[in-house]
């Protein structure tokens, strides 16, 4: 029964990366921690093999949308590569708890829903005309590329978190594209520096294997109808419900531990 129940929440996981480029490694860890009762650690290294591969499945009715752009994506690839593996190697230290790395996660977890209530408030036009001017400096491009690019990727080693709701901003602002193909673009990227911070804890945790495709194989059913959906529903319109359910969960996270 709990591994039923399990599964339909990871179908949700997939649904949320289809219509919003994110928030899939939000729901997993604790989906995989306190409904499934998988260690903290492990929780969020199965994460980020379940969101990097459903992500990457994902990509496929995004790219026949013509939503992805492929020249922004490889700028913003290897800093996130780079920084993911980090953040996975950081968890190493002594020093680093699983009470720690849950409370980071919860932390992240209520920046994530307030931002995402923020932005679903605006004005629907600012969807395509962001409020904030695009860079058009190339040297500042580049340079926030990396930042931006470390940053996330460490908080994914870090914590398990893909971080699509600070990339889809960032590849608007600093890449110049609209929000519908920075959705598609996002999870090319979440699905890159998943992989490499996944293989910095392959050394550190024990896999549930069976558990992890199990979630894997549903939440690629929920992306797949998320995608198609996200052709006929305004993602934005869902994004205040579904920033309020992250905070709800956030506190929940911060209580238990």
Not at 36 to 53: D, N, Q, T, W
């Amino acid at each position: 029964m709990r591994l039923t129940f399990g599964l339909i929440l990871a179908i949700i996981i997939g649904l949320s990366l289809g219509l919003i480029g994110g928030g899939g490694s939000i729901l997993a860890v604790p989906i995989l921690r306190y409904v499934m009762g998988v260690e903290p650690r492990s929780a969020i290294a199965m994460s980020l093999f379940i969101v990097g591969v459903v992500s990457l499945i994902g990509i496929i009715p995004h790219w026949r949308q013509g939503n992805v752009n492929l020249p922004v994506a490889i700028s913003f690839i290897p800093p996130a590569m780079v920084g993911a593996f980090i953040g996975a190697k950081i968890t190493e230290l002594p020093f680093i708890t699983d009470t720690i790395q849950l409370v980071a996660f919860g932390i992240v977890m209520l920046l994530a829903s307030i931002l995402m209530i923020k932005k679903s408030s605006g004005k629907k036009k600012q969807e395509t005309t962001p409020s904030v001017k695009v860079l058009k400096n190339k040297t500042q491009k580049i340079l926030l590329t990396i930042i931006e690019g470390l940053v996330v990727g460490i908080l994914t080693g870090f914590v398990g978190v893909g971080g699509g709701f600070l990339i889809i901003p960032a590849l608007v602002l600093v890449g110049g594209i609209p929000m519908k193909e920075a959705v598609g673009t996002s999870l090319l990227i979440i699905a890159t520096k998943s992989a490499s911070a996944f293989v910095g804890y392959l050394t550190l945790v024990n896999i549930d294997w069976f558990l992890t495709i199990g979630f894997t194989l549903a939440a690629s059913v929920g992306i797949v109808f998320g995608s198609f959906l996200s052709k006929k529903i305004d993602a934005k319109y869902l994004q205040k419900g579904f920033g309020y359910f992250v905070l709800v969960i956030a506190i929940f996270v911060l209580i238990a531990r």
